[in-house]
């Protein structure tokens, strides 16, 4: 089994920035090859994609919204993962999850069913 925790969500203001981090532990060696992604979930909403990253961090896809705004990255040393968030909007409050895959058949995935593993969620709140 692993595990995925995320830190670093909070209140901030519009236009200011955050950074989520997500910490695997467990079983790490059966994802640290494999694509990571961070998804979120706005109260009312379906839980949307946000960004993934394949596991060499050559390979990034972004949510539109995001994109030029947020940058994922990785440690597989460390096993941890990020996304750096800048230029918040009132629009991106929601529970932020991290998740990790293990397909060998895709590098990077929008898809929540690709993903075996989730974290419990930081809460973002952004206000105007």
């Known amino acids: 089994q692993v595990q995925l925790v995320e830190s670093g969500g909070g209140l901030v203001q519009a236009g200011g920035s955050l950074r989520l981090s997500c910490a695997a532990s467990?079983?790490?060696?059966?994802?640290?090859?494999?694509?990571k992604g961070w998804f979120r979930q706005a109260p009312g909403k379906e839980r949307e994609f946000v960004a993934a990253?394949?596991?060499?961090?050559?390979?990034?896809i972004y949510e539109e919204s995001v994109k030029g705004r947020f940058t994922i990255s990785r440690d597989n040393a460390e096993n941890m993962v990020y996304l750096q968030m800048n230029s918040l909007k009132p629009e991106d409050t929601a529970v932020y999850y991290c998740?990790?895959?293990?397909?060998?058949?895709?590098?990077?995935?929008?898809?929540?069913?690709?993903?075996?593993?989730w974290g419990q969620g930081t809460q973002v709140t952004v206000s105007s």
């Open positions: 998740a990790a895959s293990q397909l060998a058949t895709i590098a990077t995935s929008r898809r929540p069913q690709d993903y075996k593993y």
């Open positions: 467990g079983r790490t060696a059966s994802t640290s090859t494999y694509a």
């Open positions: 990253i394949s596991w060499t961090g050559i390979t990034t």
